[in-house]
């Protein structure tokens, strides 16, 4: 197959609907997040599947936004790099998850659950510094990116204005997650899996005029 920029931006929708599907499916599955679930093969794969979700996702995006960087313009360049960064930030947080926690689990527990506790917002008693303060931007980062992305995508009116709108309401279902159950909140996730996959597929199927 001939390399162009049109079949890399194809490319890209393919893994953005992997990101999509993964985000989505991965969210009923999540084990708690207990000490006891660390060295469980549900917690391995649950992370192994979000450092790709990361990845892909990572890819997906960029070439969402190059399919319509000329339309989107300021808003959806901010939308692009706060969503990006917030990938980002969640590949480290999870690398650590996967690779690094469960074989402290026996021999430092409470480093453990205090690691654990960023995300769950249970209170630690282990002092974990500036890891706490990086992650407490994430979910910001997470619904203005989504936010920005979103409308930036519906406005540009390329790709669908329905995915586009999914997407937006998905990151706008983040500011329900602080009046629920961490547990409970991985349900408002979904929209967001839903609109970058939907996204993602637009943009593998999408028939260009040949100049």
């Not at 999509?20 to 649950?46: C, K, M, N, R």
């Not at 339309?71 to 706060?82: H, M, N, P, R, V």
């Not at 931007?137 to 999914?166: D, K, N, Q």
Request: include cysteine.
């Amino acid at each position: 197959m001939k390399i162009t920029a049109s079949n890399l931006i194809r490319w890209a929708g393919l893994a953005a609907m992997a990101a999509g599907i993964l985000f989505i499916i991965i969210q009923p599955i999540h084990p708690p997040e207990l000490l006891t679930s660390v060295t469980t093969d549900t917690y391995a794969i649950v992370h192994i599947l979000t450092i790709a979700v990361s990845l892909f996702g990572l890819l997906g995006i960029a070439g969402i936004y190059a399919r319509q960087v000329k339309e989107a313009g300021w808003l959806g360049l901010a939308g692009f790099l706060l969503f990006s960064l917030w990938l980002v930030l969640i590949m480290g947080f999870t690398f650590t998850e996967a690779f690094i926690l469960p074989p402290l689990a026996a021999e430092a527990p409470k480093f453990v659950e205090g690691f654990m506790g960023i995300s769950s917002g249970s209170v630690s008693e282990i002092n974990l510094g500036a890891l706490e303060a990086v992650y407490s931007i994430t979910g910001g980062l997470y619904l203005l990116g989504g936010l920005l992305f979103g409308i930036a995508t519906l406005r540009a009116g390329i790709l669908p204005r329905w995915a586009a709108g999914v997407l937006a309401c998905g990151a706008m279902a983040a500011l329900a997650t602080s009046l629920v159950p961490h547990e409970f909140a991985r349900i408002a996730a979904v929209p967001t899996g839903l609109g970058l996959a939907w996204l993602g597929y637009a943009l593998l199927t999408e028939r260009r005029e040949k100049a």
